[in-house]
Every structure is written in structure tokens, then in C-alpha cells.
């Protein structure tokens, strides 16, 4: 089944505890992107990358880290979490920048 | 600056009633435009989009959506509302060529009253 795994679904983490969040796709897409949704905001792009080693900012990355090892794989870094990335992120993968993108299921992510 | 407005942030409709879900973008040239449905605790999934041709366009669901150039606009809108359509809808846009990233809406959270 064609899909994007995102691990966890959930976390709780401490302000400043470095955590990643891992996106894997089995569609050999060369596109992936990380976004964070937020209420009223909708999503907001942090990272995208357009293929291996291919990696460059959305609108949001402050705070954030990614990197395209392999091409199924794109994880999302924060190095030293804080309140204000509380957020749903989202990972997505396509063919190409402006194709129908599959979305993962979400990672609900608290900072206390 | 490129933008997507929803501008209603909720909707609510009888089941059986009728749909129209508004998304306007300010774009530069005619970009590629998507309607994304996001059910409770899932990700998004693909309704419908627009790349050229015909303006009118049909999608999963009985969903359908119409490209107006001269208004820069592009409702969704679904003859009859289903219970199950309650959720929540992101109209995206995408340039057809360059930069690498959609923009979406803020959303449209649809309320259906049984």
C-alpha cells in the first residue's frame, strides 16, 4: 500500500530535549516536505527537499532541522524543543512541487 | 505576495443540503490549484484539482470544483452533504513552474446537522 509512515503519532517532551520525528515513503517520490498545522493558521511549510541531499527552507524553519539521507526518508529535527513549536506536523511526499501530495498521519507534538 | 483566502473559518449544513466552499488566491499566473479534506485525527487526502482545460472539475466523493480566472477563485461544492463530509477542507494552490511549495488555505471546518 502506497503510503507516508510518520513515527511517533504522538509526544510529550520537556522544553530543550532534542527530538526527531521520522517520515518514510514508499512511493519513491522525490518530493518531501514537513509542514505544521496550527488553529486558524492552516499548514504552514517548514522544510521541503526536491531529492537526496536536496534540502531548502519553507516559511517557518526556525528552529527546525531535516535532512535527505536516502530517498525514502526525511526526518524533522528539533534540536532543542520549546513551547511554541506545540504543534500538529505533517509530512508529505509527491512527484514534483506542484503535484498531488501524500500526506502522512500526523505527529501531535507538546512542549511543556 | 502569493495567498490563499478561505474566508469562512466554519460552515454548518443540514444532511442533504447543498455545498459551496469558497478559495480565493492571488497568484501571478494561473497556478495549480487542489481542494484537500482533513477527516478528525487523519491526515489529508486529495479531493480534487485543477491543472488546465476544463474549468469544472470532478473529484472523490461527489465533490466538484470550479476554476474562475476572472475571479480568482476556485469553490468546491457538493450537490447533496453527507454526514460523513463533516470535516475539515484546505484549498492549496502550487505554481506550475519554480518555486517548490504550495501554499495552502487557513481551512473550512464543515459542520453537517443530522
Known amino acids: 500500500e502506497a503510503q507516508v509512515t510518520q513515527n511517533p503519532r504522538y509526544l510529550i517532551t520537556v522544553t530543550g530535549k532534542k527530538l526527531t520525528v521520522t517520515c518514510s515513503q514508499n512511493m519513491n517520490h522525490e518530493y518531501m516536505s514537513w509542514y505544521r498545522q496550527d488553529p486558524g493558521l492552516g499548514l504552514r511549510q517548514i522544510y521541503y527537499s526536491m531529492n537526496v541531499e536536496v534540502t531548502d527552507k519553507g516559511d517557518v524553519p526556525e528552529g527546525y532541522k531535516v535532512s535527505r539521507k536516502e530517498k525514502r526518508n526525511f526526518p524533522l529535527i528539533l534540536e532543542s524543543p520549546s513551547p511554541n513549536q506545540t504543534s500538529l506536523y505533517f509530512c508529505a511526499s509527491s512527484t514534483g512541487s506542484n503535484t498531488e501530495a501524500f500526506f502522512g498521519q500526523g505527529t501531535r507534538l507538546t512542549v511543556v | 505576495a502569493q495567498s490563499v483566502t478561505q474566508p469562512d473559518i466554519h460552515i454548518t449544513v443540514s444532511e442533504g443540503a447543498s455545498l459551496e466552499l469558497r478559495c480565493n488566491y492571488s497568484?501571478?499566473?494561473?497556478?495549480?490549484l487542489f481542494w484537500y479534506v482533513q477527516s478528525p485525527g487523519q491526515g489529508l487526502q486529495l479531493l480534487l484539482k485543477?491543472?488546465?482545460?476544463?474549468?469544472l472539475v470532478q473529484g472523490i466523493k461527489g465533490f466538484e470544483a470550479e476554476f474562475k480566472r476572472s475571479q480568482s477563485s476556485f469553490n468546491l461544492r457538493k450537490p447533496s452533504v453527507h454526514w460523513s463530509d463533516a470535516a475539515e477542507y484546505f484549498c492549496?494552490?502550487?505554481?506550475?513552474?519554480?518555486?517548490?511549495?504550495?501554499?495552502f488555505g487557513t481551512g473550512t471546518r464543515l459542520k453537517v446537522l443530522a
Open positions: 497568484y501571478g499566473a494561473t497556478p495549480y
Open positions: 485543477y491543472f488546465s482545460g476544463d474549468t
Open positions: 492549496a494552490v502550487a505554481p506550475a513552474a519554480g518555486t517548490y511549495k504550495y501554499i
